[in-house]
């Protein structure tokens, strides 16, 4: 059974930094993709940033392109996200995925964490 468990979420000042973590476990991952979505109160989710197990595709979505980076410690199972210069429109809760191949949307992936709370204040 997958399991994937996210840390790391809080409270910062916009212009601030926070680093999520993923952990997860359960199978081999090595054809999966990993990403990040968010979702703010009364939003859709929202794609943030993916990347393979492999390292052969990151791909990011437009409003956090050049300040979030996207890694991932094969040894741990652990992806991280290193989100800087935030915002306050950063703000949402964070969710950590998992699907075989590569995917953008939210239907691509089969499998959520429970999701990190972050709040950016102005």
Known sequence: QVQLVES???LV???????????ASGRT????????????PGKEREFVAA??????WIYYGDS???RFNISRDNAKNTVYL???????EDTGVYYCAACEGRGWRVYDYDYWGQGT???VSS
């Open 117 to 119: 709370q972050v709040t």
């Open 13 to 23: 000042q916009a212009g601030g930094s926070l680093r999520l973590s993923c952990a």
């Open 64 to 66: 956090v392109s050049g």
């Open 29 to 40: 991952f090595s054809s999966y993709a990993m990403a990040w979505f968010r979702q703010a």
């Open 82 to 88: 290193q989100m800087n210069s935030l915002k306050p």
């Open 51 to 56: 990347i393979r197990w492999s390292g052969d």
């Open 8 to 10: 790391g979420g809080g």
